[in-house]
């Protein structure tokens, strides 16, 4: 059974920094490719930043060199670095395997922006 768990999103001024991190369950983590999405109220679901079993990064344009993705395959672990956050950035934010398997979505972490 595979499981992700977010966690690490909060309350931050614009200008700031959050450090995202997923959990996963299941075996052959290494394996495969994963991603960070997120959903703003009232938007679609969209792709964030991938990273595949070589540890090959991509970003959406609207996070590009303000967002770093990286993994752990030990920790069965996938990150997401977030720097100078804009009030845009707010959002729920959730990991799943790139592409996403509609059975694996976990609850996600709140990410608000403000001041």
């Known amino acids: 059974q595979v499981q992700f768990v977010e966690s690490g999103g909060g309350l931050v001024q614009p200008g700031g920094s959050l450090r995202l991190s997923c959990v996963a369950s299941?075996?052959?983590?290494?394996?495969?490719?994963m991603g960070w999405y997120r959903q703003a109220p009232g938007k679609q679901r969209e792709l964030v930043a991938t990273?595949?079993?070589?540890?090959?990064?991509n970003y959406a344009d609207s996070v590009k060199g303000r967002f770093t993705i990286s993994r752990d395959n030990v920790k069965k672990a996938l990150y997401l670095q977030m720097n100078s956050l804009k009030p845009e950035d707010t959002a729920v934010y959730y990991c799943?395997?790139?592409?996403?398997?509609?059975?694996?979505w976990g609850q996600g972490t709140q990410v608000t922006v403000s001041s």
């Open positions: 799943n395997r790139d592409p996403g398997i509609r059975d694996y």
């Open positions: 299941g075996t052959f983590f290494r394996l495969y490719a």
């Open positions: 990273i595949n079993s070589g540890s090959n990064s």
